[in-house]
């Protein structure tokens, strides 16, 4: 594996993209959505060795690996979306000063972008998608469950790169799945300018503990969704059932409820068999275990500990825990949130601005399911991940979170005094 050769070749391309015309940029986008439905038997031939080859996955993970005609359909359809978006590359902003000269802010992609991910294939069309339309480079990384699948489609990405007189340097993919080559690529700086780290606890902290070019991190989704005391009670179950059930292993997906104790009575008993009608499992904290009659009856009804608090699942299992207020709720998501997603269901103005200003995630909903932080929901087209840093770019990062800027200044032989 000839790490530098191929992130020297990715540098080197680096000038292709970001000099074509969004018009370009959007015929390539285009052409690529044309190829991936030209070839979709290989897509799925390649997906089915895939799925044959882990055979041991759980469901919610194979759910993530598979992809069939109507995930397809979903891609490309993304695809399609971030086509639409306006140039990334056409923002500026300048003024003139006094004396004549100009100062222009010319917004620039970043220039080679790495990023690591698992087992969603689908990740690889939404970063390249995005990294063309940006201008930008990118050096993949996916997960050895799903190299059959990413191997086709780098060759159709590639392809569509060539076929528009664009190096396939471009869009290139580490094929071998050793787990020794991340950190190489981690000390790489000369040549990567961004790495982007999509996945699990490990991977994350090897990355923030090895990488030499600046990370962003598509960290852990734990989220939480805070039960208050008055609401519409129309919308408790279909939120909640969507938050968790849409899709469990992704990170957006809901993994603990905090309930207010004036909904233990009346509420709780509805979510929980809601919940078990569809195959989730509650962990509940030893008050609510108490109260649940006939909760050592079922497999589905467990009693929480300590480890089930701050957990992402990416499983049919949620934990519920019972909380005295909204400043209860807070504290708890404040303990053990990792600032992904944490919602709310209330019509307490007064709970409902209180919660908006403390919790401190990169999204916060308000009646509405943890699933839409998402960059496809919230407008972006497509997301390479979603930042939970406290700094900037937060949430969803779609085109404009993957650009940068450069200071033009034009002068007529202009000198400083």
Known sequence: MHLIKICKSAKKSAGDLAGLSNSKRNKILEDLSKNLDERKEEIFSSNKRDLNKNKTLSKELKDRLIINDQKLKNIIKSIKNVKKLNDPLSGS?????????KIIKKVTPIGVICAIYESRPNVTIDITSLCIKSGNVAILRGGKESLNTNSILINIIQKTLEQN?????????????????????LSLDKYIDLVIPRGGKKLVENVSKNAKMRAIFGGIGVCHLYIDEKLDYENVLPIIINAKLQAPSVCNALDTILIHEKQLNNLLPKIISELNKNGVQARLDSKLFKSIKNANSTRLIRKANDEDWGKEFLDLIVSIKSVKSVDDAINHIDEYSFGHTDGIISNINKNINTFVQRVNSSAVTVNASTRFNDGGEIGLGSE??????????????????????????????????
């Open 93 to 101: 902003e300048e003024y003139i000063r006094k004396d004549g000269l």
């Open 165 to 185: 007189g664009v190096s396939k340097n471009c869009i290139q993919y580490i094929k071998d799945p050793n787990r020794k080559y991340i950190n190489e690529l």
């Open 384 to 417: 390479i991940a979603i930042s939970t840093t406290k700094v900037s770019p937060r949430g969803p990062l779609g085109l404009e979170e993957i650009t940068t800027y450069k200071w033009l200044i034009k002068g007529k032989g202009h000198i400083r005094d």
